[in-house]
């Protein structure tokens, strides 16, 4: 079990521009590419990252607030199963503070992505009525008059 750190990163373009990465990768595969912001620090499990430490399926600027919110709700739901199975391979007796931890940080990722899910039916209703009034602009007010 471990959690990973990970970040969007500014390389240099063709011409010498800073472009914004579009994958978050881990510190150690940023070194080299480029430099990190440290502002897009998020953490995820070990499952998420491939071998050459960049995040699975990672979210980019264009991605809907929904698939964000179902990326992270995945993201400490997996970070809860991986702190399960590590507590499930000690000793009670000997490591039995060390899976009392496990289970209880377990716990919280849960409860974190529980109150995620409760909010969920809130962002799509809101993203709903964006879409709608989005649509009623365009037919509304997008097109040509006829005289």
Not at 2 to 29: C, Q, W
């Amino acid at each position: 079990m471990s959690d990973v750190y990970v970040y969007h990163f500014m390389r240099r373009g063709p011409a010498g521009e800073n472009i914004l990465s579009k994958r978050r990768a881990t510190l150690e595969t940023i070194k080299g590419k480029g430099e990190a912001v440290m502002e897009s620090q998020i953490v995820v499990d070990h499952t998420e990252v491939d071998g050459n430490g960049f995040l699975i399926g990672g979210i980019d600027d264009e991605s809907h607030p929904m698939d964000e919110l179902w990326a992270e709700i995945r993201s400490l739901e997996r970070r809860a199963n991986s702190r399960d199975r590590e507590a499930l391979t000690l000793n009670e007796s000997g490591e039995g503070a060390r899976i009392y931890l496990l289970r209880l940080e377990s716990r919280e990722l849960r409860n974190q992505a529980q109150r995620l899910r409760k909010q969920r039916p809130e962002s799509m209703a809101g993203e709903l009525g964006d879409r709608i009034d989005s649509q009623v602009f365009v037919q509304f007010g997008g097109g040509p008059t006829r005289g």
